[in-house]
């Protein structure tokens, strides 16, 4: 089955800096990435996705990239706000299935004021 | 509130004991999944349906986990016997297979089950 890795495991970065999180997948036919924020005691809330047919995505302070060749994508903040903080997790799926998402470990990012 | 809910949010239990969550998928979504979560580490997909079928397992769903969706609406998942290795966040999530964002999982808050 699909591996997803993500890293790294923390990240701490001060207001304003960007942060940079990296996911690889192992599995040819995902096609479907999407990524969620989780804050303490809740449940992921959908950040940003991207379709294997597009290379890169941008949503305000937020964008993904996927290089599909080296099976990795990764997500970018700009701008970083303390209210960033929160753990962060990648996630890989094939959208003919629609059935499951295998998720990377997280990422707990901390914006330091 | 149209999202997802999940009751209860907190359980704690003792081992042996059974217990049974409830998920309320937002409305209109015909598909509905669970995942476990434990500390430290990303959601692990347990099982999923699509209206009333159950179309997926895990291997990580033994055969003390029972999960139902009857009218296609909101789910229950059930532990018998339960193991203080099932202490976990149990999330559910749900999908729709129409629309522009059929790929899109939308969850819920989660219950966190303690087992003494």
């Known amino acids: 089955g699909e591996n997803v890795e993500q890293h790294p495991s923390t990240l701490s970065v001060q207001e304003g800096d960007s942060a940079v999180i990296k996911c690889t997948y192992s599995?040819?036919?995902?096609?479907?990435f999407p990524w969620y924020k989780q804050e303490l005691g809740k449940g992921p809330q959908l950040i940003i996705d991207?379709?294997?047919?597009?290379g890169e995505k941008k949503d305000q302070r937020i964008a993904v990239t996927l290089n599909k060749t080296a099976k990795h994508f990764s997500l970018h903040i700009t701008e970083t706000q303390p209210e960033d903080s929160a753990v962060y997790f990648c996630?890989?799926?094939?959208?003919?299935?629609?059935?499951?998402?295998?998720f990377g470990s997280g990422t707990k990012l901390n914006v330091k004021p | 509130d149209t999202g997802v809910s999940q009751d209860p949010r907190h359980k704690i239990t003792k081992r042996g004991q059974n217990v049974t969550f409830r998920c309320d998928p937002i409305?209109?979504?015909?598909?509905l999944y669970w995942y476990r979560q434990t500390l430290g580490q990303g959601p692990e997909f347990l099982t999923y349906?699509?209206?009333?079928?159950?179309?997926?397992k895990s291997r990580l769903l033994s055969d003390r986990f029972s999960a139902e969706r009857p009218k296609g609406s909101f789910s229950t998942l059930e532990i018998q016997r339960t193991e203080q290795g099932d202490s976990a966040m149990y999330l559910c999530?749900?999908?729709?297979?129409?629309?522009?964002?059929?790929?899109?999982?939308?969850f819920g808050p989660g219950t966190r089950l303690l087992v003494l």
């Open positions: 349906f699509q209206n009333e079928a159950q179309l997926e």
């Open positions: 999530a749900s999908s729709s297979t129409s629309g522009g964002s059929r790929e899109t999982q939308y």
């Open positions: 599995d040819s036919a995902s096609n479907y």
């Open positions: 996630a890989a799926s094939i959208r003919n299935n629609f059935n499951k998402f295998y």
């Open positions: 409305s209109e979504h015909n598909r």
């Open positions: 991207i379709r294997s047919n597009v």
